[in-house]
Structures are given as C-alpha cells and as structure tokens.
C-alpha cells in the first residue's frame, strides 16, 4: 500500500524559506520511472504543479517558479524534500505530495496535504 | 497559473450525463496524454482518468474521457449525488517539461 504524508510548518513569515518533507512507504525509489511531485492548491483556487524528482535524481520544475524550488530526495530515508525561497503571502496554499509511477503516467497516489499559510 | 483551460460549472439532475471539456494547445494535449481528477471537499486529488480514456481499478464506468486535438473532454453518465465535487484535467507539456492542471470545473447535481 503506498503512501505519502507532508510534514512542515504551518506558518511562515514573509521572505523566509519553507521546507517541507514527503515521508513515503510502501514503494520503492528504485525502480524505473517511479518519481515524487509537489503539486499545490491556493483557498478555492486550482491544483499548480511544482516539482517533480524522478527515480535517477533526475528533476522538473515549474519554469514560473523555478528560481525558488529545489526538490531533493534521500532514499535512505524515504523521504523527498521541496524547499521554496521569498515566500510571499500568494504562497498561502495546501502543499501535496504525491507519487508518480509509470504505468499510470502521473499521480495516482497523494498525501493529505499540508496547508501552509504565509503571514507576517 | 492554469494552462490549460476548463468551464467553471457543470451541472446536472441525477441520472443525467454531463461532459465537462479541457483546452489546451499542441505542447500539451496536442501531443501527449490527458489526465482527469476528481477532488472533493477538503481532500486530496483522486485519479479518474489517465491516458486519456483508461480507469483505474475501482474507478464507475460511469466516467470517461476522450480526445481530439489539443481538447479533452470527461463525461460523467448516471450522475449521482456523491459525483458533486471539483474536476480538473492534467496533461504533460513538453514545452514547459513539466505537468500543467486545468483550471477546474465544479460539478453540481441539482
């Protein structure tokens, strides 16, 4: 049964950095053309692409964002992390991860999302 | 932050159909697959859809999905009350390389 589930602040402040962890069990990082991605959601808004990492450490990002986005994976712990520098308060949004396999093409299985609000 | 295009609202009595379409251009759509989500109130994404017209495994019949050049279209027959609830399409853009989400259709059953 895969799984994943965010973890992260809450809250941060204006131009500080977020970082958020992917914890993920039930697959492997190993195998071909597995890869993790960060999608988001603004309060009543629609789902935006961020990142994705593939299984070879090779790496997407959103080009309006990318400037701001580094996504990471540490296999040894199942864990993919996405870091997003200047954060601004339109970055108020609930951050999924979720898993990418081959067969389906994109993501089938998502974390619960974590809602991360920026305020000073 | 969309690239890819869809109606705000769809809506229908229970036991009709309702297609919802999805616009795009030749980057995304135009040449590669199409992908539906189905997202209910305060709850992640769910997988209907993927390459175009497939179902995963405990996905009703009752959905499908289609395409034709650079649109999409799901269409959603028998519709129930439990279909009530947010719709976006997804696509890959090789242009952008990465994945581009629609802009969202909020499925209401009258």
């Known amino acids: 049964q895969i799984t994943l589930k965010e973890s992260g602040p809450t809250l941060v402040k204006p131009t500080q950095t977020l970082t958020l962890t992917c914890t993920l069990s039930g697959f492997s990082f190993n195998t071909d053309g597995v890869g993790v991605g960060w999608i988001r959601q603004p309060p009543g808004e629609a789902l935006e692409w961020l990142a994705l990492?593939?299984?070879?450490?090779?790496?997407r990002y959103n080009p309006s964002l990318k400037s701001r986005l580094t996504i990471t994976k540490d296999t040894s712990k199942d864990q993919v992390v996405l870091t997003m520098t200047n954060m601004d308060p339109v970055d108020t949004a609930t951050y999924f991860c979720?898993?990418?396999?081959?067969?389906?093409?994109?993501?089938?299985?998502w974390g619960q999302g974590a809602l991360v609000t920026v305020s000073s | 932050h969309s690239v890819l295009t869809q109606p705000p609202s769809a809506s229908g009595t229970p036991g009709q159909r309702v297609t919802i379409s999805c616009s795009g251009s030749?980057?995304?759509?135009?040449?590669?697959?199409v992908y539906w989500y189905q997202q209910l109130p305060g709850t992640a994404p769910k997988l209907l859809i993927y390459?175009?017209?497939q179902r995963p495994s405990g996905v009703p019949d009752r959905f499908s999905g289609s395409k034709s050049g650079t649109s999409a279209s799901l269409a959603i027959s028998g519709l129930r009350s439990e279909d009530e609830a947010h719709y976006y399409c997804a696509a890959w853009d090789g242009t952008l390389s990465g994945y581009v989400f629609g802009t969202g259709t909020k499925v209401t059953v009258l």
């Open positions: 390459r175009n017209d």
């Open positions: 990492i593939y299984w070879n450490n090779d790496k």
């Open positions: 979720a898993h990418r396999s081959t067969v389906r093409g994109i993501f089938e299985y």
């Open positions: 030749s980057s995304n759509i135009g040449s590669d697959f």
